[in-house]
């Protein structure tokens, strides 16, 4: 069975610092994977997404991934916190072509402190 | 274009009340879902329409909950009667053919008193 679990419920960083949230996966078949992040009082919004291309993977905001089968993760970088990157990120799985459900993991709540 | 849009955007009930909540995906998006986060815990898929049909509704929690997509455009999310244990924010998604890229909509949040 899919499950995603992410390190860290909560974590915290000094603006400009390097931002790491960890996710691992574990999946039976080549997944999709996803971040997404939903600020204060907004929506889900897709941050990157891994498709079985390239391993690192870049997207939105200067944040990237890379994918690493043998470790069965998908960590989410960024090389310098600011402060509008305060937010819950969630990283998510769905399995196979033709599986579309996404699997969850808890979601972790960046802090950027001044 | 318009992102995925979701009606009400909070709603508070007595338990044992009936609410419908909707999604309009964006125009053209034949799959839909449907996803729901309690407090506290992560967020959870409920069911996924093709068009009208129900292609995969086995994270429907029980038979309190009727989802509909007539006519293939939007989807309403129904719940009758309410339960405490029903609170939470409704997230509705869709996506276009075959790809898995979901666009979600703000969320509906209901509250069950």
């Known amino acids: 069975a899919q499950s995603v679990t992410q390190l860290g419920s909560h974590v915290s960083v000094s603006e400009g610092a390097l931002v790491l949230l960890r996710c691992n996966y574990s999946?039976?078949?080549?997944?999709?994977l996803f971040w997404y992040v939903q600020y204060p009082n907004q929506g889900l919004q897709l941050l990157l997404k891994?498709?079985?291309?390239a391993t690192l993977v870049k997207g939105i905001n200067g944040f990237e991934a890379e994918f690493k089968k043998s470790e069965t993760s998908f960590h989410l970088t960024k090389p310098s916190a600011h402060m509008s990157d305060a937010a819950e990120y969630f990283c998510?799985?769905?399995?196979?072509?033709?599986?579309?459900?996404?699997?969850w993991g808890a979601g972790t709540k960046l802090i950027i402190k001044p | 274009e318009a992102g995925v849009t979701q009606f009400p955007s909070h709603s508070v009930i007595e338990k044992g009340q009936t609410v419908t909540l909707r999604c309009d995906p964006i125009?053209?998006?034949?799959?839909l879902y449907w996803y729901r986060r309690v407090m506290g815990k992560e967020i959870k898929f409920l069911l996924h329409f093709v068009k009208e049909s129900k292609q995969d509704e086995s994270g429907m929690p029980n038979n309190r909950f009727l989802a509909e997509r007539t006519g293939g455009t939007y989807s309403t999310l129904k719940v009758q009667p309410a339960e405490l244990e029903d609170s939470g924010v409704y997230f509705c998604?869709?996506?276009?053919?075959?790809?898995?890229?979901?666009?979600f909509g703000p969320g509906t949040r209901l509250t069950v008193t």
């Open positions: 998510a799985v769905s399995e196979g072509d033709s599986n579309y459900q996404l699997i």
């Open positions: 891994y498709t079985s291309a």
């Open positions: 999946s039976s078949v080549p997944p999709y």
């Open positions: 998604a869709s996506s276009q053919g075959q790809n898995h890229e979901q666009y």
């Open positions: 125009s053209g998006h034949d799959n």
